[in-house]
C-alpha cells in the first residue's frame, strides 16, 4: 500500500497540532505504524488520502454502529441543515431525544444533553457529589471516564498506552477524593468504603469495561455494587458511553439487570456528531440547574443537527434485528481467533461482549487491569502492523477493543480470520 500523502497529511498536522492528532490514542504512540490520514468512508469500508480501501473495525470508536453514513441518519442531518445548525434555544429533537433516551435506557426518568463523553461523566460526578452532599468518589483501575481532572487517575488505554506517568497538569487537589479499586473485585469496593463510610458520594463504573480492553463484568459483580451503594448511600453511576446502545438496545444495565442511579452516555447516541448525555432518577436529575442547584451548562448542549443525528440512529436501532446481528458476526469472530490461537498454541486470549471484543496477548483469564496489563505489547504491534498492511483497520492499541457493526458482513469477518491466520501464524 502507499502512503505518501498520509505521511505528509501526518508530517504537516504535527506542524500545527501537537502530536499531530486531537485526541491522543489516533497518534499510534505504541506501535510502529504511521498514522493513516481519512478521506472518505461508507459503510464497512474506510479510504485514506493515498486511495487505499480498509475495512474498518473501529467504526469511531464505537458511534458507527450501522456502519458509516447510514442513509437514515445523513437525511435527518440533511433536512435540519436546511433548518438551521444552532439556535441556543430549546428545540424540539432534543426533547425526542431526551424521550427516546428514557424510553429505551431502562433506568433513566430524565435526560440532559452535553457534547461529550467526558462532559457527561464530568457532570454526573458533581450531580451525584451535589445530591449527597459527600466528596469523595470510587473509580476502578483501568476504567476510563473522559480526560477531566478528578477522572483521570488510574484512566486505562489512552494514557497507559502512552505510558504517561501521573499526570502532569493535574494537581493532587483535583484527585484527593478520587478513590481507586480493583474491577471486578467487590472486596476493594467494599474496602474503601469502611474506611470513609459517610464521605463516598458515588460510585462510577464500566458495567462492561472497554478501555483496559474489553473486559465483562464478573458474575454477581454489578449486582454487588448496587448494594454496596445502598449500604452506605451512595449513588451508582454506570458509564454506558461504550455499553450505552450497543451491550443492548437498553446498555448494560439492560443486560445485566442491575440499574444504576445515573447513565452517562455519549458516542452511539450522537450517531457520530458530539453527543455526549446522563440521564437518571427524576429525584436526582432534578438537582440540575434551573431546576436545583447544581450548575451545569453548554451552548452548543443539544444541538439540532446533532440531536437528529442522535435520534435517526436510535430509531435506526429500534427497529431492531441489529444485536442479534452483530453479536452472531462477533461471536464468530471470536471463534475464528479463538480456532487460530489453539492452533499455534499462542499465549493469548479473546474476551467479548457482544460485538465488541479484544485480542489479548497474554494468557489471560483478562478480569481487571494487573491482568490486563500483563499482555504482550511487542506481539500486538506486530498484529497491528500485520492486520493494517492487510487492509484492516483495528485500534492502535492492545488496551482498546474492536467494533463489529450492522454493515460488516460474514465475509468480511471470515476475511479478517483469515488475514489474522496469516499474521498470528509468523508470531
Ligand atoms: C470514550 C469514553 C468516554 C469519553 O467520551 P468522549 O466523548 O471521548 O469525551 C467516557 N467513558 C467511556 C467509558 C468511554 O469509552
Known sequence: MEHVNSHNAFAEAKQCIPGGVNSPVRAFGNVSVEPIVYDHAKGSRIWDVDGNEYIDFISSWGPMILGHRPEAVESAVRAQLEKGYSFGAP??????????????????????????????????????????????????EGNYHGHS????????????????????????????????????????????????????????????????????????????????????GAVLIFDEVING?????????????????????GKIIGGGFPVGCFAGRA???????????????????????????????????????????????????????????????????????????????????????????????QMFDKYFEGMTERGFIIAPSQYECLFVSAAHTEEEIDSFIAAADEVLSQL
Open 245 to 265: 446502545f450497543r451491550a443492548s438496545l437498553g446498555g448494560a444495565q439492560q443486560l445485566y439487570n442491575v440499574m444504576p442511579d445515573i447513565t452517562t452516555l
Open 91 to 140: 428545540c424540539v429533537a432534543e426533547t425526542k431525544l431526551a424521550e427516546t433516551v428514557c424510553r429505551l435506557i431502562p433506568s433513566a426518568e430524565k435526560a440532559r444533553m452535553v457534547s461529550s463523553g467526558t462532559e457527561a461523566t464530568m457532570s454526573a460526578i458533581r450531580l451525584a457529589r451535589g445530591y449527597t452532599h459527600r466528596d469523595k468518589f470510587i473509580k476502578f
Open 283 to 377: 429525584e436526582i436529575m432534578d438537582c440540575l440547574a434551573p431546576a436545583g442547584q447544581v450548575y451545569q451548562a453548554g451552548t452548543l448542549s443539544g444541538n439540532p443537527v446533532a440531536m437528529e443525528a442522535g435520534l435517526a440512529m436510535l430509531t435506526e436501532l429500534e427497529k431492531g434485528g441489529v444485536y442479534e446481528k452483530i453479536d452472531a458476526l462477533g461471536a464468530r469472530l471470536e471463534d475464528g481467533l479463538n480456532g487460530i490461537i489453539a492452533k499455534y498454541s499462542l499465549p493469548c486470549c479473546v474476551n467479548r461482549s457482544g460485538s465488541v471484543l479484544t485480542l489479548f496477548f497474554t494468557e489471560g483469564p483478562v478480569t481487571d487491569w494487573d491482568s490486563a496489563s500483563k499482555s504482550n505489547i
Open 149 to 232: 481532572d478528578a477522572l483521570l487517575a488510574a484512566a486505562g488505554s489512552g494514557v497507559a498506552t502512552l505510558s504517561i506517568p501521573g499526570n502532569p497538569g493535574i494537581t493532587p487537589g483535583a484527585v484527593a477524593d478520587t478513590l481507586i479499586a480493583r474491577y471486578n473485585d467487590l472486596g476493594s469496593v467494599r474496602a474503601l468504603f469502611e474506611a470513609y463510610p459517610e464521605d463516598v458520594a458515588a460510585i462510577i463504573v464500566e458495567p462492561i469495561a472497554g478501555n483496559m480492553g474489553c473486559v465483562p463484568p464478573a458474575e454477581g459483580f454489578l449486582q454487588g455494587l448496587r448494594d454496596l451503594c445502598d449500604e452506605f
